[in-house]
Nanobody, 119 residues
């Protein structure tokens, strides 16, 4: 199973970016999907998570600015990031819990995409 991310880049403070992630390979079902981020010198943190049924969690600092969504039919994940701040600068990683059959579920990570917000 591979997770391919796109959509990172450089944006000014207050700007917007949309991240996308597509899962491919031996997939029976994709369960939880999430975006994590890791800034230089900091630990990786969960930014937003969405269950297959659409239940959503956001990190407090991104609530009302970021919107996570998914397409179960296409096995894709998106996150619209509005009103970006310099402290949002990080490498963003797509994460997915994927069943390869009825009995086995594994966690997968994308390669990461850089988001840089200038002040």
């Amino acid at each position: 199973v591979q997770l391919a991310e796109s959509g990172g880049g450089l944006v000014r403070s207050g700007g917007s970016l949309r991240l996308s992630c597509a899962a491919s390979g031996r997939i029976y079902r994709v369960n939880n999907m999430a975006w994590y981020r890791q800034a230089p010198g900091k630990e990786r943190e969960l930014v937003a998570r969405i269950t297959r049924d659409g239940e959503i969690y956001y990190l407090d600092s991104v609530k009302d600015r970021f919107t996570i969504s998914r397409d179960n039919a296409k096995n894709t994940l998106q996150m619209l990031m509005n009103n970006l701040r310099p402290e949002d600068t990080a490498v963003y990683f797509c994460n997915a819990e994927v069943q390869i059959n009825r009995n086995y579920e594994y966690e997968y990570w994308g390669q990461g995409t850089q988001v840089t917000v200038s002040s």
